[in-house]
């Protein structure tokens, strides 16, 4: 791989605002034509999986499927569903248990297997990917194509959007195959994730100072945790993977709670001040949220903060504010509050004089 410099970080997360404008609708209708009249309405159980970005994505997306589709989701990683997960399904009907396989470039091994391993045991599955005719669309009986235009090679930041803006517009026709949302409320939600140009755009401008000035203050830092809950638990994963592969630093995705019970009492020998971010929207962890920011205070953590605009409270418990300017359903909050964590990324694997995926290192 020839060196990839941290710039592409920074790249593709500017150009996420204009493609949820412009893709959106496209995606939309490759969801409503992956499926035929009323092969949706006996759906009662839905398995997410991936791996990496796509496992992080189903992390992200569970919430949607079960707040606007009323149905049990699991979000598994690919080893785990095709070594535990699969031979334990409720398959009550052809269509009852609904498996959707994620990968990008549509030929994740694990995923593949998945996918043919959720069909062996009857389940209706599909595939959510960039790549008409790759093995997943191939494995899969139905395929959402979500394409999108080709930046290069990167840790992946534009087509994270893009598989979960899939899985968000599959929860949202799901609810609307089962009468638990509307036509015209399905037309809306397809709305709510194009309008939220103006949400990310005024959101980089409001973060990336203080990106910079979080270099400054953590570019020492070994290792660092990033933690959430719900969908924000997929996003502090997703935001830990980007800061791992641009500049080589240790860090983590940690459900808030886990945080709580484990990692709060680690005292590196070298680092008792272990930087930590909460990630926090309006919702339904932002109470547990806002108690264990104040909490990695009180232990003399340095804790910096991604929550709404104007949410003063968790303003109060973190030395570093990334602000989200505007509403956001949580169930489409992974959309957005990873955005300014890849600017971070990219600055501190600059500040660190490194490139992504350790590309400036000698082959061996």
Known sequence: MEPMSPDVLIRQAESLPALAREATSAFDEAVRSAFDPGELVGVNRVYLTGDGDSYHAAEAAAL????????????????????????????????????????????????????ERARERGALTA???????????????RSIIVDIEDYGPSPGIRTYHASLSGLL?????????????????????????????????????AGRATAAELVDAW????????AGSGPSYGTAMFAAAKVVEASGVFAVGQDLEEWSHVERFAHPRDLPDMPLVVI???????????????????LGRRVAVAAADGDEEMFAHADFVFQVMGEVREAFSPLVYHLIFNHFASYLTTALGRMCFRTDRPRR
């Open 127 to 141: 595939a959510v990917t960039g790549k008409a005719g790759s093995a997943f669309t191939q494995t899969a009986q």
């Open 219 to 226: 570019k020492d830092a070994d290792r660092m945790i990033f």
């Open 169 to 205: 517009l599959l929860a949202a026709r799901l609810g609307e195959a089962k009468k638990r949302v509307s036509e015209a409320d399905a037309a809306a939600l397809v709305a709510e994730i194009e309008n939220l140009e103006g949400v990310m755009t005024a959101t980089l401008e």
């Open 64 to 115: 949607a499927f079960e707040e606007l589709a009323g149905v049990t989701c699991e979000p598994l990683s690919g080893q785990r569903f095709l070594d535990y997960g699969a031979d334990f399904m409720p398959i009550y009907s052809p269509t009852s248990t609904l498996v959707v396989g994620i990968s990008a470039s549509g030929r994740t091994e694990r995923g593949v297997q998945a996918l």
């Open 280 to 298: 926090a929207p309006p919702g339904r962890s932002r109470w547990r949220a806002a108690s264990l920011a104040e909490l990695g205070c009180r």
